[in-house]
């Protein structure tokens, strides 16, 4: 395809702006699919996805446009991921297009998801076109969305497409405007093969199938390819593009987005935003920009039933195979037995990971706290340790200090809801960087510790502002912090996957809830529970689990003094020996519980 001849665009928008059923009306429009194949939504396709109306992984489409200039268009429509634990795989979609579209909910307004994206794609040079969903409800108040889109994002919004992607309202002004608007893509078809990695995933026909942007150069079938970050050589077995349905071409030119196969076993081999060249005639510098994703949040993932371990492992590696952004080693617990530890993007990703384990693979899960990952400087320049762990972190003794990773968070909330959020990001040692007021909105900037974040800072976040506020965050960085590994004892026993690294100004208060919610978890048992929180040694909190008393000597009708003691000094014998050597039973539903905080 020549190159003017083609429009590469992602569409940008707030989860349930929107953005799935507009890409299903693009294809819809354009003739990709027949109307009983559009029953299903298209972009999103896995069950998940679906289900919880998110976009996880990114997805592409080649559409055929006739425009009224009588000419027909390629159009690209690459599918970004709407969540803020994938901004890397969003920020590699955007810098394969030259535009996009800004899909804004008429009846809700801008919000800071959107933000965040829209500014990524402006660092990209971008041309937005703002586009004004939903029109056919009620509560559409397009004229507010327009004047919010130039206050609070600096877009001009005149000529913003008023569209209703249910009603196929505004479909063809779309489509014009991509033509119209986005400028085509710059390339060189006789210079060597530049082409960037976009996302790749596992087939179960195909092996590993690679997403690619081709910048400059061509992409062909049977060439040898290198891939310049990894160094790693692949013979090219397919080239193709999704309409949505998968159609094999020739050969990719500049500008073109399309998919290869290379006979690939694993997406690991596969690092999102390398480049691709061909290795007899390679480009003489790779593509600006490449970053390797590393998880942020970890946790313990166990069976509850451990006849599961295999089980569990085996899945674990399916999922790798579709995913290599999360990782997983061996992990033993003294309380849960044998499971992993594993890494993530973010919490959504946790839960996306657990959730398919459960779903997917049929198994029962016992989660430990998240946890992110802390930098400690070993006393007497012993280097830095990097703690995935909170068991492993290292005696008070040999430790100099703690640094912990900070984000900076971009939130907005409607005006009656912004003082419970303050108090919120207050609670959770957040700093007020900025505070603006946008047509009865509240735009607060906050640097906060990731380590506040990851327990449950969205849902209480969400619950506060019933369902309006909305979150967006990335990485700033590492800060030396008062944090402590508390741990929480059983019938004085450390129980290790409760143990957790908390700031030592919330120690006290994170303990007595634990404490408090444990006491109400575990059943009585024949003999007094302890249930403590400690730091070291120091025990800061404590709760007691009163012992079941089977009332022995309710059948001496008071009379027989002595037998009534021999039973009473009988009973507390039993009590002894089960304290020595019976284990507290505590309830899988206790650890699943106990960890969620709130
Ligand atoms: P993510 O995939 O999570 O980013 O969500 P999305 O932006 O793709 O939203 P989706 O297309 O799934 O739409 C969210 C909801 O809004 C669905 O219930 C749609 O049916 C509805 N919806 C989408 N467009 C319109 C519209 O133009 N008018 C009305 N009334 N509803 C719409």
Not at 120 to 133: A, G, T
Not at 142 to 156: F, M, N, Q, S, T
Not at 567 to 581: F, H, I, S
Request: proline share 4%.
């Amino acid at each position: 395809t020549p190159l003017d001849k083609i429009r590469n665009f992602s569409i940008i928008a707030h989860i349930d702006h929107g953005k799935s059923t507009l890409a299903d009306r693009l294809i819809q429009r354009t003739g990709g699919l027949s109307d009983r194949e559009m029953s299903a939504q298209v972009l999103d396709n896995m069950e998940i996805e679906k289900e919880r109306g998110i976009t996880i992984k990114a997805q592409t489409v080649r559409l055929d446009y006739k425009a009224s200039d009588g000419e027909t268009y390629t159009l690209n429509l690459m599918d970004t991921p709407g969540h803020v634990d994938f901004a890397y795989e969003v920020s590699r979609s955007l810098a394969a297009c030259e535009g996009a579209l800004l899909v804004v909910d008429a009846a809700q307004g801008v919000e800071a998801q959107t933000l965040a994206n829209v500014y990524q794609s402006i660092e990209h040079d971008h041309e937005i076109v703002p586009v004004i969903n939903k029109i056919d409800l009620p509560a559409a108040e397009p004229d507010k969305v327009k004047a919010e889109i130039e206050d609070i994002i600096g877009l001009p919004a005149d000529d913003a497409v008023l569209a209703s992607a249910k009603s196929g309202i505004g479909i063809d002004d779309i489509l014009e405007s991509i033509v119209k608007r986005i400028p085509a893509p710059k390339g060189d078809a006789a210079a060597p093969l530049k082409a960037m990695l976009v996302d790749s995933w596992y087939d179960p026909y195909l092996g590993v199938v690679i997403l690619v942007r081709v910048i400059d150069g061509v992409l062909k079938k049977g060439q040898q390819i290198k891939f310049m970050q990894a160094g790693t050589q692949h013979l090219v077995d397919r080239v193709g593009c999704f309409r949505p349905k998968i159609e094999q071409l020739g050969e990719l030119g500049p500008g073109e987005v399309g998919f290869i196969t290379a006979q690939i076993k694993e997406v690991s081999q596969t690092a999102v935003g390398d480049t691709i060249t061909d290795a007899k005639k390679p480009a003489a510098e790779a593509l600006p920009g490449f970053k390797e994703v590393q998880p942020v949040v970890f946790c313990g993932l166990f069976p509850v039933d451990a006849n599961d371990f295999e089980k569990l492992r085996d899945s674990l590696y399916k999922l790798r195979l579709n995913d290599a952004s999360f990782s997983f080693e061996m992990e033993t617990s003294a309380a849960l037995g044998f499971g992993f530890r594993c890494g993530f993007l973010g919490l959504l990703h946790l839960e996306i990971i657990q959730e398919r384990l459960t779903r997917e693979y049929d198994l029962d899960l016992i989660t430990t706290a998240p946890s992110v990952v802390y930098h400690i400087n070993l006393a007497h320049n012993q280097g830095v340790q990097e703690l995935h762990n909170p068991a492993d972190m290292p005696d008070a003794m040999k430790i100099a200090s703690v640094e912990e990773p900070w984000i900076e968070a971009t939130i907005y909330v409607p005006d009656e809801h912004l003082g419970s959020i303050l108090k919120l990001c207050q609670d959770r040692r957040g700093i007020q960087k900025n505070l603006t007021y946008v047509s009865g909105r509240a735009q607060i900037t906050y640097e906060l510790p990731l380590n506040e974040v990851v327990f449950d800072f969205y849902d209480r976040l969400k619950s506060i502002s019933r369902g309006y506020a909305s979150f967006d965050y990335h990485q700033i960085g590492y800060r030396e912090g008062d944090l402590v590994k508390m741990n929480v004892l059983v019938n004085n026993e450390p129980v290790d996957a409760l143990s957790m690294i908390v700031h030592r100004s919330q120690a006290e208060s994170r303990g007595r809830h634990m404490c408090e919610r444990l006491k109400d978890l575990i059943p009585r048992h024949m003999f007094k529970v302890p249930i403590q929180a400690a730091i070291g040694g120091k025990v800061i909190a404590r709760e007691t689990i009163a012992a079941l008393r089977k009332d022995v000597t309710a059948k001496c009708y008071g009379g027989d003094a002595t037998r009534k003691r021999k039973l009473l000094e009988k009973q507390k014998e039993g009590k002894k020996r089960m304290r020595e050597y019976g284990s507290v039973q505590i309830p899988q539903e206790a650890f699943i519980a106990a960890l969620r905080m709130g």
